[in-house]
Nanobody
């Protein structure tokens, strides 16, 4: 059974940088779009950025120019470089992948366990 393993969250001052990583490990037949979502206390989970297997990217307006998403297809790993961080970016960040577990399964959404990002003012 495949799973997503995240790393890289933590505490940083406003204006600082963090890099999140998420590896799709275990048994995946195909990993298509991968991305990052975040959920702040009392708010709904929202898309931060995603990237297709071909490298096409999509960003939330609030992070354009500050965050960069990339992936290593050979490693089934997605990265989120976060620069010029602001306190309002404080949230739990979740990795997401649309993937097939086997040749005989359809696409499903997989989620990581979440990693806390806290930006202090």
């Amino acid at each position: 059974q495949g799973r997503l393993v995240e790393s890289g969250g933590g505490l940083v001052q406003a204006g600082g940088s963090l890099r999140l990583s998420c590896a799709a490990s275990g048994s995946f037949f195909i990993v298509a779009t991968m991305g990052w979502y975040r959920q702040a206390p009392g708010k709904q989970r929202e898309l931060v950025a995603d990237i297709t297997g071909g490298g096409s990217t999509n960003y939330a307006d609030s992070v354009k120019g500050r965050f960069t998403i990339s992936r290593d297809n050979a490693k089934n790993t997605v990265y989120l470089q976060m620069n010029s961080l602001k306190p309002e970016y404080t949230a739990v960040y979740y990795c997401n992948a649309r993937a097939r577990g086997s040749l005989y399964s359809s696409y499903s959404n997989y989620w990581g366990q979440g990693t806390q990002v806290t930006v202090s003012s």
